[in-house]
Structures are given as C-alpha cells and as structure tokens.
C-alpha cells in the first residue's frame, strides 16, 4: 500500500509539499520580514496638566464624603510622620556632630598624653 493522496509525504498533485520551517528559526526567511511593522501606539501624554481654567466655574462635589474625610486623616498623618521623620534627622545629625567632635578631641588629647610620656621619659629633646 501506497502513500495516501494529500498526505504530508506528497503534495495533492503528487509533488513534494515546499520546505516550510518550523522550530525556532522559521522566522527568519524573508516572507516574515516584507509584512509591515505595526505603528507605534501614541498615548496622550497624562502629565499635561489639568487643562484650561473656566471662568465662573467650579470644583466638582466630591463622591464620597467618607473618601474624602479618610483622604483629609491620611493627609494630616503624612504631614506628622514627615515632621516626625525632619525631627529624627535633625537629632542624628546632631548626635554626629557631637560624636566627630568628640573623637577628634580625644585624638588631641591622645597625642597631648603620648608627648607628655615622651618628655617624662627623656626622649623629646630640649632645645
């Protein structure tokens, strides 16, 4: 028994079926690169700002009046953890400053108690 008609082996008229590829470099024959390349999508940029101001117009009413008081709470506690934030660096910039100063007059000191050592020993010279 024969191949079957129309089968993968053979063509319908009989001829071998063209070399299509398949696997990962099926799509870099020259048919895939002559489609046209979707344009860019462009966007509106959001940062625009709000637009124009109306004369006589209003502010819209806010949706929710439990959004808007949980909104005013938020608020008023980022201003508080931020001048809680402001007072924790000033404190730490301090304590460093004191703790710079401190090391250097200890260094001062140091050298001031290794020369006296020195002098009691006889090793500075008199001039």
Known sequence: MGPRRGSAATGASGTPPPAIPTGPRAGNFPYRSTLPTPAPIRYAPAASGPGATIPGGRLLPAFDKASEERLARLRADQAKLEEDVKILQERKRKGLF?????????????????????????????E
């Open 98 to 126: 004191q703790w710079e100063r401190t090391k250097r007059e200890a260094e001062k000191e140091g050298f001031r108690a290794e020369v006296a050592e020195q002098y009691l020993l006889g090793e500075v010279m008199m």
